[in-house]
């Protein structure tokens, strides 16, 4: 069974900056995509960030230059540095990935940024 645990997440005020964790098990991890996908309230759930097996990124526009995303192979772990945070950036932050044809999800860290 695959599980991924996020962790991280908490309030933090404009212009802050907060790193989100994510432990994978499970999995073969060094061979998977990962992602990171965030839910505001009575919003869809958005990819916000990915990274390949080889380490190729890709964000979303609304986070290019702010958010990094980062793993480690050895530690199965897949961070989100997420800098110069606005209100709009509040939002459940989950993590993702796909293994067999099935989608995975973590449990979700809530990330709330005031003004």
């Known amino acids: 069974q695959v599980y991924l645990r996020e962790s991280g997440g908490g309030l933090v005020q404009a212009g802050g900056s907060l790193r989100l964790s994510c432990k994978a098990s499970?999995?073969?991890?060094?061979?998977?995509?990962m992602n990171w996908y965030r839910q505001a309230p009575g919003q869809q759930r958005d990819l916000v960030a990915s990274?390949?097996?080889?380490?190729?990124?890709t964000y979303a526009d609304s986070v290019k230059g702010r958010f990094t995303i980062s793993r480690d192979n050895v530690r199965r772990t897949v961070w989100l540095q997420m800098n110069s945070l606005s209100p709009d950036d509040t939002a459940v932050y989950y993590c993702n990935t796909n293994s067999r044809a099935m989608n995975f999800w973590g449990t979700g860290a809530l990330v709330a940024v005031s003004s």
């Open positions: 990274i390949t097996s080889s380490g190729t990124t």
């Open positions: 499970g999995l073969n991890f060094s061979l998977h995509a």
